[in-house]
Nanobody, 122 residues
Framework: QIQLVESGGGLVQAGGSLRLSCAASGRTFRRYAMAWFRQAPGKERDFLGGISWTGGRTYYADFVEGRFTISRDNVENTAYLQINSLKPEDTAVYYC???????????????WGKGTLVTVSA
């Protein structure tokens, strides 16, 4: 079992960048594929992208358009989400999740963080 804690959210102007972190407790972090999702008010939780347990493979939702980059450090037990060229429509709570497979759906995730809020001003 692992626990996930996101950080790095905040208020940023449109066009700016943020790097979100997802710190994992436990020594089994490296066994899990990691994924990032976001949920805007009144909307469903959307998959953004994921990374394999080794970090050698990443996969993204089509709408990401190359602005998002996921990475991980298995020594520091941390996953990252870099977001560039932020837009007001990126405003949402951002969640990291862990899964035994390289999945894209909410139901396949085994562990979730509580999220970090990103607010993008115009």
């Amino acid at each position: 079992q692992i626990q996930l804690v996101e950080s790095g959210g905040g208020l940023v102007q449109a066009g700016g960048s943020l790097r979100l972190s997802c710190a994992a407790s436990g020594r089994t972090f490296r066994r899990y594929a990691m994924a990032w999702f976001r949920q805007a008010p009144g909307k469903e939780r959307d998959f953004l992208g994921g990374i394999s347990w080794t970090g050698g493979r990443t996969y993204y939702a089509d709408f990401v358009e190359g602005r998002f980059t996921i990475s991980r450090d298995n020594v520091e037990n941390t996953a990252y989400l870099q977001i560039n060229s932020l837009k007001p429509e990126d405003t949402a709570v951002y969640y990291c999740a862990a899964s035994n497979m390289e999945a894209r759906d909410v139901a396949s995730m085994e562990y979730w963080g509580k999220g970090t809020l990103v607010t993008v001003s115009a």
